[in-house]
C-alpha cells in the first residue's frame, strides 16, 4: 500500500468513504520505508484494520492477517495455529509462496506480490522465482487468488499487465 517514503499518509483518507470494514496485511516495500511502525499504525485513522500476525473471526469467517515481516516458516505455522476447522477460512498474506503448505488450513487465500510481472522482461524471471503469479488456483478444497494489484515496483509503468482491484463474493454452500 505504501513504497515510497515521500508516500503522504493523508492520501489514504478516500478510504474513510468506504462504509465496509478493510483489512489490511503488510507487503515487502512497508518494510523499506524510513519510520515504518509509525506508518503503519497511522492507518486505523484511515479505516484500516491492519492484521499484524492477527487473526479476527467475524460470524463463519476467520480472517488470518499475515505480515510480510516474517520467515516462511513462521507464516506457515502462524496459519496452521490459527486457521479454525469451524468456520471459512480466509488468509491475507502478501507473497503467495505459501499456499502449498497451508491450502489444508486455509478455504481461500488472497495474495499479491507478483505484480503479475508487470514489465517485460521481468515477467519471465518472476515466472521462474514463483510457481503462482496472477489469477486463481484450485486445489482440492482450496483456493488461491493472486493479484496484480493497484501499485508497481520500480517504475510506475506496467507492460504486459495491467492494475486491478478484485471483488470477491463468498457464498455459503
Known amino acids: 500500500m505504501i513504497d ?6 493523508d ?3 478516500y478510504f474513510d468513504r468506504i462504509l465496509k470494514p478493510i483489512y489490511f496485511v503488510s507487503g515487502n516495500h512497508e518494510y523499506y520505508l524510513l519510520n515504518f511502525e509509525d506508518k503503519l499504525s497511522q492507518l486505523s485513522k484511515y479505516n484500516i484494520k491492519f492484521l499484524n500476525n492477527q487473526t479476527l473471526t467475524i460470524d463463519d469467517i476467520t480472517l488470518i492477517g499475515v505480515s510480510d515481516n ?6 506457515v505455522n502462524f496459519v496452521k495455529k490459527n486457521s479454525n476447522k469451524n468456520t471459512f477460512n480466509i488468509t491475507l498474506v ?3 509462496n505459501i499456499w502449498n503448505d ?9 495474495s499479491g506480490h507478483t505484480h503479475n510481472g508487470q514489465i ?3 515477467n519471465l524471471l518472476v515466472k521462474l522465482k514463483f510457481k503462482y503469479i496472477y489469477g486463481l488456483y484450485k486445489e482440492e478444497t482450496s483456493k488461491l487468488y493472486v493479484s496484480c494489484g493497484i501499485g508497481c515496483w520500480g517504475p510506475k509503468m506496467r507492460i504486459g499487465s ?3 482491484i478484485v471483488k470477491i463474493l463468498i457464498h455459503p454452500k
Not at 4 to 9: A, L, V, Y
Not at 70 to 75: A, D, M, T
Request: glycine fraction near 0%; avoid cysteine.
Open 94 to 96: 502478501h507473497r503467495p
Open 120 to 122: 517485460f522482461p521481468f
Open 70 to 75: 516474517i520467515s516462511f516458516k513462521q507464516k
Open 4 to 9: 515510497s517514503n515521500s508516500f503522504k499518509m
Open 11 to 13: 492520501n489514504l483518507k
Open 162 to 164: 495491467n492494475n486491478e
Open 102 to 110: 497451508v491450502k489444508s488450513y486455509s478455504d481461500l487465500m488472497l
